[in-house]
């Protein structure tokens, strides 16, 4: 290392770390060799955060989450640390394609959507800015499913991310716990002891995350599952091989697979004990580090901040109770306050069908100790505040428990907490009116804007210096710039460039040709009916309908473009998808609408996915039922991009709207307590039906064959429960997005105007970076400082 070049330090770990000569390295050999290049510029930070934490006494940040979602690493990481323009002069230099070496990483998708992508934004920020902290997890084996298309139809396949070594990650055998499971408990000298009957080896592994200008790295700790008994050697000697590794098989189940379930809640037994796993294992390791510096378990709250990332880790309440009651001796009471001073809680969804509840029975068998401790919490609770109780139904309600064992809780929007104080936690809200607390949303403008689109960057920075990078909220300071036509220009010179990069690709991977001129719409998250991707197909076979009896009219030709998975047991979402490839299949052979409409559904929606689309995108779509989406995160990438956004009154949209302007901003829809409203008109659906013809004749395409080779009930499914219940108002609503929708076609026909608007969205999206979003959880709930001033940040 020391003074070595860059390039000196790939060449070298590609021959001493790969084995490998230059003249025989594949692409793989390049990619390993540069990761560990650039692994090597983050140890130093690295330890230098630790040992600055240590030495300032610091408290230290804990990120609980079941999910996430990282992405591919090593692009951000030489952003971060500087090297991304010497690397790519090294592989130029060499005659190597930089590009392809660096799409050879794999996508780490430890996490569903929104909720893991926060968790992953998160701690780049908390590194960012300085903070100690660790994000906890598990080390999946298999992350989210590949899907594929049969026939339009969504397949899934297993994710292999580890079957190649993941560079990023330094393996500690030596930090390593027991978690036990079942079993039973019995008195002993005045206190409790549990005596699990089961048992796996939780083992860590680091992944540092390195912030903005490399000064700051944090720790990513996630667990694998290991057996504690490796070989039942009794049963080997007998023949018996299978029953021989089945305590290995067994125990590394734990963390085999992530559940691919976005709010829903399977309440399976397997997820119980992933979700016990890591957060024990994580419990374990905090209170490791902290007696290692600090004799008074009292002074815990005042070292320590513990946020859960929703219900998932809430069995840490009862689990540092427990750690410090039973194990440690405190009473009950202290305990529980020592407890509640540590944790917060982060509720990221209202739907009734997410909110975790576990059988009083499984809960009971698999943590017998824990059950007793939360019927102690609930009876203390409710002997101080009568009226609300954890447990109901003989189920275990974690959102309550959470919210009873934090000392804080928050919702991701306005709106969401808002709707959290109103529904799910009225009553809660109404015992502890303090508790409840915003922290609206961010996304980090190095991953969301300098990495993923440097031409836009490279305008914005040429404008006004590349401050923003570090601090998000000088991106205003490209207003005036844009009465300069010339900027305006660059803008949309740049947005082009990323159309037509991304109109060979949907060319070359798709076989489907786009015109990069038409306007680029794009939807891209999770198929949830709240979401009303069907919604957005509807509006899109109306709009074909329109151009096929009149082609000559003055239409916006439009891109549709989709992206996102199914459930793998939500028939609904997997029958939307069906549709939308459906009508794609259709509309792009059609010879009349060819110039004007074209549907691209790219396969397997990822956080590498994202990255392309979104630097292309004109129109972002975020037009789920008011009052569902939680805040959106996606909604915030394209703003920052430089898209205008179509959308309801919901989740983040409505902040997003106030930022940028109500004439940025192309609303429809009706608001949360319109929909309460609408829902008691009877036969809701049926009347906005009748009153909007294209509504009827999409619908009636549905079932009448036209997307389907004339199998009339392939598509009647959803057609009836658009026309029937219609539970997320796809109906109601559908008129006011068509006229919304229209609307921005007309927008986009005046160029001078569109630039206008979308540079605007670039320069007031500065709000919704996640160190925005950080420095509020430090100072409203963790009351956390960075130990040292970082010269980024101060400079800023
Ligand atoms: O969390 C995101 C929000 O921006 C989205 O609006 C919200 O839908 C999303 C159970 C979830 N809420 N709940 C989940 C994920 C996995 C799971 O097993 C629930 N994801 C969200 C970030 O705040």
Redesign the pocket.
């Known amino acids: 290392m020391g003074d070595q070049t860059l390039k000196d330090a790939i060449l070298s770990h590609l021959k001493y770390s790969l084995g490998k000569d230059a003249d025989h390295a594949t692409i793989y050999d390049w990619r390993v060799a540069l990761s560990l290049a650039t692994r090597d510029r983050i140890v130093d930070p690295w330890f230098q955060s630790t040992r600055a934490t240590y030495r300032a006494g610091a408290k230290r940040v804990y990120y609980l989450s ?2 996430f979602l990282i992405g591919r690493l090593l692009e951000d990481a030489m952003v971060n640390t500087g090297i991304l323009d010497e690397a790519k002069a090294a592989f130029d230099g060499m005659g190597l394609p930089f590009d392809k070496i660096i799409h050879d990483e794999p996508d780490a998708a430890l996490g ?4 893991g992508r ?1 968790a992953a934004c998160f701690l780049e920020s908390l590194s960012t800015l300085g903070i100690p902290a660790y994000g906890y997890g598990i080390r999946y084996e298999h992350g989210l499913f590949r899907q594929r298309f049969d026939h339009g139809r969504q397949v899934e396949e297993p994710e292999d991310w580890l079957t190649q070594e993941h560079v990023w990650e330094f393996e500690r055998p030596e930090a390593a716990f027991e978690i036990g499971f079942a079993g039973e408990t019995f008195e002993n000298g005045g206190r409790t002891v549990w005596r699990p009957n089961e048992s796996v080896m939780a083992q860590a592994f680091d992944t540092p995350v390195i912030g903005w200008k490399g000064e700051w790295a944090n720790t990513l700790r996630l667990w694998g599952a290991l057996p504690t008994k490796v070989l039942d050697l009794g049963l080997f000697n007998r023949g018996d091989y299978a029953g021989a590794a089945e305590p290995e098989a067994l125990a590394r189940t734990i963390s085999r697979v992530l ?1 691919p ?3 829903t809640d399977e309440g399976k037994a397997l997820r119980l004990k992933q979700e016990y796993f890591f957060t024990a294992a994580s419990l374990r390791d905090i209170l490791r580090r902290f007696e290692s510096e600090h004799s008074d378990l009292r002074d815990l709250p005042k070292k320590v901040a513990i946020q859960m990332n ?1 219900t ?1 880790p809430a069995i840490a309440g009862p689990e540092l109770v427990r750690l410090l009651h039973d194990e440690r001796g405190l009473p009950f009471a202290d305990a529980m306050m020592v407890a509640r001073g540590c944790l917060n809680y982060t509720n ?2 209202l739907l009734p069908e ?1 909110l975790e509840r576990w059988s009083e029975g499984l809960m009971g068998h698999l943590l017998p100790r824990h059950m007793r401790l939360i019927e102690m919490i609930n009876e203390s609770h409710s002997q101080q505040y009568p009226g609300v109780t954890i447990i109901e139904h003989d189920q275990v309600k974690m959102g309550e428990l959470s919210f009873v064992m934090a000392s804080k809780v928050n919702g ?1 929007s306005a709106l969401h907490t808002e709707l959290m104080k109103e529904t799910v936690f009225k009553d809660l809200n109404g015992l502890h009116p303090e508790r409840i607390v915003n922290q609206t ?1 961010g996304v980090t403008p190095r991953r969301w804007l300098k990495t993923c689109n440097p031409g836009l960057a490279g305008v914005v920075t040429q404008a006004i210096g590349d401050g923003w990078v570090g601090d998000a909220e000088k991106l205003v300071e490209l207003e005036p710039h844009i009465a300069d036509s010339g900027f305006l220009e660059r803008f949309t010179a740049a947005k082009r460039a990323n159309k037509e990069t991304l109109s060979n690709w949907f060319g070359t991977e798709l076989g489907v040709k786009v015109d990069p001129s038409a306007m680029f719409d794009v939807q891209i998250k999770r198929i949830h009916e709240y979401k009303r991707q069907h919604l957005n197909i509807l509006e899109t076979i109306a709009l074909w309908q329109e151009m096929r009896d009149n082609p000559n009219g003055d239409w916006t030709p439009r891109v549709v473009v989709f992206g996102g998975k199914a459930a793998p047991g939500y028939h609904f979402a997997k029958d939307i998808i069906y549709l939308i490839n459906s009508v794609a299949r259709v509309v792009n052979a059609d010879p009349i609408t060819s110039k004007l409409l074209k549907i691209v559904y790219p396969p397997n929606y990822n956080v590498t996915l994202a990255e392309r689309l979104i630097p292309a995108t004109d129109l972002s779509e975020q037009i789920s039922t008011a009052g569902k ?5 996606g909604n915030m990438k394209f703003a920052l991009n430089g898209a205008m956004t179509v959308g309801t009154l919901d ?1 983040a949209n409505v902040e997003i709207r106030e930022h940028v302007g109500a004439e940025n901003f192309f609303l429809f829809g009706m608001t949360a307590q319109e929909v309460w409203a609408r829902r008691e008109v009877e036969d809701h659906a049926g009347q906005a039906i009748a009153a909007d013809p294209k509504l009827a004749r999409a619908l009636d395409s549905l079932r009448n064959g036209t997307f389907a080779d004339g199998d009339h009930d392939r598509f009647r499914g959803i057609a009836d429960n658009v026309s029937g219940p219609d539970y997320f108002l796809v109906a109601s609503d559908f008129s006011d997005y068509w006229r919304a929708s229209r609307e921005a076609d007309a927008a986009f026909r005046d160029p001078a105007r569109w630039a206008r608007m979308t540079a605007l969205n670039t320069a007031r999206s500065g709000w919704f970076s996640s160190d925005r979003t950080i420095r509020g959880y430090a100072s409203e709930i963790w009351d956390a400082l960075p130990p040292k001033p970082l010269r980024s940040i101060a400079a800023a």
Not at 112 to 115: F, P, Q
């Open positions: 079941m999910e569903n959507g929104g909720l926060l559940y379930d976005d709010t929703d998932h990221h969804t997410a991701v949303n989406e939680a805040s959106g995160t989740g």
